[in-house]
Every structure is written in C-alpha cells, then in structure tokens.
C-alpha cells in the first residue's frame, strides 16, 4: 500500500521540468518523445499552456511520437487535468508540455498514462533510460505516425465538470476568475458560465509573457483579483497556477485562503456526503484530520508530491478501501469520481456548489474553520540523511512518521524535516493551533542542524 519515493535523473515530482534552452531543450522534448512512443505504441494526445516555447517543444515532441510510430492528436492549449481527463477517455498515453507554476522562462514536459495519471516513479525510469541509451523504436518510412489536430475536444473535459452538478447551480452567483494568461483563460470562465454564474474576468487572454502575474498564484499577484471581488461584490475569486491543476481563492472580503484552508473547507463539504479516507502528503495541515474526524473520515499520508497521492488512491480503491478525496495543501485537490488528479477547473466548480448549498457568505464559512499556525523554512543542509538520522534518535521516544523526510507529531503540533529532491537543502514546517507553541517546537529542532 506504502507508496516510496524513486530517485530520478531527469523527471521530479512534476515531469521535467527547466528554463528552457538550459535544461529543457527541444533536443530533450524530441528524446522524451521517442521515448513515449517506444512505451505506449498507440495513439498519444499532446497538449501544452501558454508559454512561449510551447510550440517549438510540442513540435519536437511530437515529432519523437510520430518517428516512434505512434499516431498523434494535438489537443491545442488546456489545462493539464483537461488532457487528462480526454486522455483517459479516449487515447494510449498523453503529454503536455508546461511547467505549471514556475516562471515565463522555465517549461516542461509531463508524461500521462493511459487512465489518465501521471506517470509513476518506476515507469518514469524506464523512459529516462530509453533517453539516455538512445535506444527507441525508430519506425520504418511505412509506420510512421500520422498527426491530426482536436483543439475542441477540451468542450468534453468542460461539460463533464457542468454536468457533475445540478442545472443551474451557480444561478445568482457573481464570480470573479484570474486564469493568470495561462492555460484555463477560456475553461474556468466557460465552466462558471455554464453553471449559471455571472463572471468577471482579468488575465484570461493566452499570453506566454504572462504580462498580469506571474503563473504562481500568489497573494501579491491576486491583488488586483482581490479587488475585482471588492469592487464587483463577486461571491469569491479564483485563480490557478499557469496549467490549472491548481486553483486559489479569495473570498468576499478580498482576503487571500491559506490553501490548507481551502482543502479543509471543500474536505468538509466532501465528506458531509461521502466517507471514507482522504489522502494527503505529510506536510498537509492537521486541520484536514480535523475536518475528517468530524465526518468519520480517516487521513491517509504520503510522501510529497500528487502523483503520490493520486496511486495511494488508486490502491486504497483496489483494495476495497472507500476513498473520499485527495489533495495537497497547495491548491491541488483531486475529486476521485471525477478523474484521479489535481483538477483546478473541478475545484472551482465544487466551491460554487458549496457556496450554493450553504447561505452563509465564503467568508464567515473560512472563519469559523479551526486556527493554526505554521511555520516554514528551507535551511541548506549538506548532510540530509545525517540529520535526518540524528532527529529520528533525538525524537525517538514520540510518535514519528518516516515516510518522507521525518514527521514528528505530538498532541498540539507536529513538524515535519524533509530533504530537498533536487537541491541541498532541508524543508522544516512546524504547525500548532498557537504560534507561540508552534516557535518553541521550531527552537527545539534546530540546534539538531548543528553538528
Ligand atoms: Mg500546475
């Protein structure tokens, strides 16, 4: 059941990802291509968000697809969850070329199996190491695969979103939507408006310079999100990050929703109508325990990282375990009757019907949610598995969770240390319902970063 971690040379936990003509270059996208074809021989759906490299990268990837013999649809620009969900229904693998959250000069290619998941640790291996010896499927004149474009086949991934609520649920509902100029600029309007709500909109032209806000969506760059709420009266603001599988809100104050409180919420309009176990990786607040208690939930952890997240699911299913939801305290939340991935443009259509079945405003539903404080670093580190090895002697009498980095939890807090997949450095997140007992666990951890 346990899911661990593998290491990678060239994938993290997102694909790969790398500004583009140092790390991520069109030589790579062709590889990583052929790759994909000599794998899932069939046909393979392409898509990509707006960065400006996109089109060169696609280009070459799909030029690797069809040397590798496989047939290729080109998807156009949408959101990763939407090929996800069209790939899942439709095609023998998928990829799309974004890197997500990271700036205008960085792009990436992810990898999606054919039930619509991204592709696991073991399986990302075996294409870095058709990458690296250079041995893919090489068809002959006559197996060479044909490319045809589908650019409307993203209206499916929309009206299963619409069509997983009642008619009309965002009837009366005034919304305001920053899609950040990435890839959800027509989807996420399209699927308010398709559920009866009014929207506003800012940022949803498709512009790979991202000239509004940088595609993290991050409090500062949703300030002016956060003032169409004010001045429109909207009911909420979202925004996602530059391919939606994250979505973020503001509520109708204006005020930014910590993303832990923003699983917590939809966690607790889940779970009033459906048990079972919600999975989450270990530094996810412990408000989502809460929250699970409260409906006779259970919490699942992970290690870091949604694909992780995404196959406990899948495993806990076919075990016969009844899993309710899943998500990351980023944003990130994967609704498992809809399809087992992070769906920003799903996230979204859920909080209408949230807001729909309550009549309370959003943001008296965000304050009566349980308080906590969490405190987060990064720390350089040379040594991660030594210290890692110290705290678990010097905590070795509390309750510890290993599975990934260490997570040491107590009756009021817990903290978590958990090194860095690509750099130097160590993670440290302590979280408790006080910021004064939350500082005192941090002072206690420290002095284990010295030798
Ligand atoms: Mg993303």
């Given at each position: 059941m346990?899911?661990?971690k593998l290491?990678k040379?060239l994938?993290?936990?997102n694909?790969?990802?790398g500004?583009?003509g ?5 030589n790579?996208a062709?590889s990583?291509g052929m790759?994909?074809?000599t794998?899932?021989?069939?046909t393979i759906a392409?898509?990509?968000?707006t ?9 070459a990837?799909?030029?690797?697809l069809l040397?590798?013999?496989c047939?290729v ?5 949408l959101p990763?969850p939407?090929l996800q969900f ?6 023998d ?7 997500s959250?990271?700036p205008?000069e ?8 054919p039930?619509g998941?991204?592709m696991g ?10 990458i690296?010896?250079g ?9 060479v695969?044909?490319e045809?474009a589908?650019?409307?086949m993203v209206?499916e991934?929309?009206?299963?979103v619409?069509?997983?609520f009642?008619?009309g649920?965002?009837e009366g509902?005034?919304v305001a939507?920053d899609?950040?100029?990435g890839?959800?600029a027509?989807?996420?309007p399209?699927?308010l ?8 909109s800012l940022?949803?032209?498709m512009d790979g310079t991202?000239p509004g806000?940088l595609p993290?969506?991050s409090p500062?760059g949703l300030?002016?999100?956060?003032d169409?709420v004010r ?12 391919d939606?599988?994250r979505a973020?809100?503001?509520d109708?104050?204006?005020r930014?929703?910590e993303?832990n409180?923003?699983?917590?919420l939809i966690?607790?309009?889940?779970c009033?109508g ?6 989450t990786?270990?530094s996810?607040?412990?408000l ?7 409906h006779?939930c259970?919490?699942?952890?992970t290690?870091?990282?949604s694909?992780y997240v995404a196959?406990t699911?899948?495993e806990l299913a076919h075990?016969?375990t009844e899993v ?9 939340l994967?609704?498992?009757?809809h399809?087992?991935?992070r769906?920003g443009g799903?996230?979204?259509a859920?909080?209408?019907a949230?807001l729909a079945?309550?009549?309370?405003p959003?943001?008296s ?5 349980p308080?906590f404080?969490?405190?987060k670093?990064?720390?350089h ?5 030594a ?10 009498g509390?309750?510890l969770?290993?599975?990934d ?7 009021d807090?817990?903290a978590?240390?958990?090194?860095s997949?690509t750099?130097?450095?160590v993670?440290?997140?302590?979280e408790s319902?006080?910021e004064?007992?939350a500082?005192r666990?941090?002072?206690?951890i ?6």
């Amino acid at each position: 059941m346990e899911q661990k971690k593998l290491e990678k040379k060239l994938f993290g936990t997102n694909g790969v990802r790398g500004v583009v003509g140092k790390e991520m270059t069109t030589n790579l996208a062709l590889s990583i291509g052929m790759a994909l074809g000599t794998m899932r021989p069939g046909t393979i759906a392409v898509g990509r968000d707006t960065r400006t490299s996109g089109p060169s990268l696609i280009s070459a990837l799909k030029a690797g697809l069809l040397a590798a013999g496989c047939d290729v649809v080109d998807l156009g620009i949408l959101p990763t969850p939407a090929l996800q969900f069209i790939v899942r229904t439709h095609f023998d693998a998928g990829a799309v070329v974004t890197a997500s959250h990271n700036p205008p000069e960085y792009n990436g290619v992810k990898v999606i199996e054919p039930d619509g998941t991204e592709m696991g640790d073991e399986q990302s291996i075996a294409l870095e190491g058709h990458i690296f010896s250079g041995d893919s499927y090489v068809a002959p004149w006559d197996h060479v695969g044909k490319e045809r474009a589908a650019p409307s086949m993203v209206d499916e991934y929309v009206t299963a979103v619409v069509n997983s609520f009642p008619p009309g649920t965002g009837e009366g509902f005034l919304v305001a939507a920053d899609p950040g100029c990435g890839a959800a600029a027509w989807t996420t309007p399209e699927i308010l408006s398709r559920m009866g709500c009014r929207v506003f909109s800012l940022n949803s032209q498709m512009d790979g310079t991202f000239p509004g806000r940088l595609p993290e969506p991050s409090p500062e760059g949703l300030a002016p999100l956060a003032d169409l709420v004010r001045v429109t009266g909207a009911r909420f603001g979202v925004a996602h990050d530059g391919d939606a599988d994250r979505a973020v809100f503001i509520d109708d104050r204006g005020r930014f929703l910590e993303e832990n409180m923003l699983f917590g919420l939809i966690a607790d309009y889940i779970c009033s109508g459906r048990k079972g176990v919600i999975v989450t990786p270990v530094s996810t607040s412990r408000l989502i325990e809460v929250i699970a208690k409260r409906h006779g939930c259970s919490v699942c952890y992970t290690p870091v990282g949604s694909i992780y997240v995404a196959r406990t699911m899948i495993e806990l299913a076919h075990g016969g375990t009844e899993v309710a939801f899943g998500g990351e305290g980023n944003g990130g939340l994967i609704f498992p009757e809809h399809q087992l991935c992070r769906d920003g443009g799903m996230t979204t259509a859920t909080m209408v019907a949230l807001l729909a079945q309550s009549s309370r405003p959003f943001s008296s539903l965000v304050d009566d949610l349980p308080p906590f404080t969490m405190i987060k670093e990064k720390i350089h580190v040379k040594d991660a598995p030594a210290l890692i090895a110290r705290l678990k002697q010097a905590f070795a009498g509390e309750s510890l969770d290993c599975t990934d980095g260490i997570r040491i939890n107590r009756e009021d807090s817990w903290a978590l240390v958990r090194p860095s997949g690509t750099e130097p450095l160590v993670r440290i997140m302590v979280e408790s319902a006080s910021e004064s007992r939350a500082q005192r666990f941090y002072d206690e951890i420290i002095p284990h970063f010295r030798t």
